[in-house]
T-cell receptor
Framework: EPEVTQTPSHQVTQMGQEVILRCVPISNHLYFYWYRQILGQKVEFLVSFYNNEISEKSEIFDDQFSVERPDGSNFTLKIRSTKLEDSAMYFC???????????FGSGTRLTVV | SQQGEEDPQALSIQEGENATMNCSYKTSINNLQWYRQNSGRGLVHLILIRSNEREKHSGRLRVTLDTSKKSSSLLITASRAADTASYFCATVYFDYKLSFGAGTTVTVRA
């Protein structure tokens, strides 16, 4: 199956600024997920998105976070006012056929300074 | 939480040797998956084993699942330098989201 593309690959932002991370998974997939990985730590679930709505979110996914599918193919994660502790790798993912494994994007490394 | 936990945290082996890592989890699962992550890169799906399966093979990979002990193992046979990476187990409950363990860092020495 085609890969999942994430942009940008690396973003440095000032604390308090808004960032938008983008994912292009393929337009006919209904399920998408965002995960994050703080350096040296485990991969953590953020949010799942089904048919243009949030289906589940973790405690990490507070009011500063939002997800959208603005044009039917792109899939965005927005952090409204970044904090130092938001520095991490952010991955989007989609399930494979019959939910056999997930295809992850290459990730966006977010550095908040 | 049904998060998987791997051991060992780190493993260093000689090229050609086998590498074995284990994963334990807490609740009933739908399936368990193993992923590889090269340094600073994305996660690559390796293999999936369903709750009604006990063993699965894919190339040099062998995965076992013991639902009575809530544990799984990943064996990489005849390791190569290119196998150097972090390996994560991820459990999937019936909500389909992945719950990852902390990972095992494998270093294969030439």
């Amino acid at each position: 199956e085609p890969e999942v593309t994430q942009t940008p690959s690396h973003q440095v932002t000032q604390m308090g600024q808004e960032v938008i991370l983008r994912c292009v998974p393929i337009s006919n997939h209904l399920y998408f997920y965002w995960y994050r990985q703080i350096l040296g730590q485990k991969v953590e679930f953020l949010v799942s998105f089904y048919n243009n709505e949030i289906s589940e979110k973790s405690e990490i996914f507070d009011d500063q976070f939002s997800v959208e599918r603005p044009d039917g193919s792109n899939f965005t994660l927005k952090i409204r006012s970044t904090k130092l502790e938001d520095s991490a790798m952010y991955f989007c993912a989609r399930p494979g056929q019959n939910r056999d494994g997930y295809t992850f994007g290459s990730g966006t490394r977010l550095t908040v300074v | 939480s049904q998060q998987g936990e791997e051991d060992p945290q780190a493993l260093s082996i000689q090229e050609g040797e086998n590498a074995t890592m284990n994963c334990s989890y807490k609740t009933s699962i739908n399936n368990l998956q193993w992923y590889r992550q090269n340094s600073g890169r994305g996660l690559v799906h390796l293999i999936l084993i369903r709750s009604n399966e006990r063993e699965k093979h894919s190339g040099r990979l062998r995965v076992t699942l013991d639902t009575s002990k809530k544990s799984s193992s990943l064996l990489i046979t005849a390791s190569r330098a290119a196998d150097t990476a972090s390996y994560f187990c991820a459990t999937v409950y019936f909500d389909y989201k992945l719950s990852f363990g902390a990972g095992t860092t494998v270093t294969v020495r030439a």
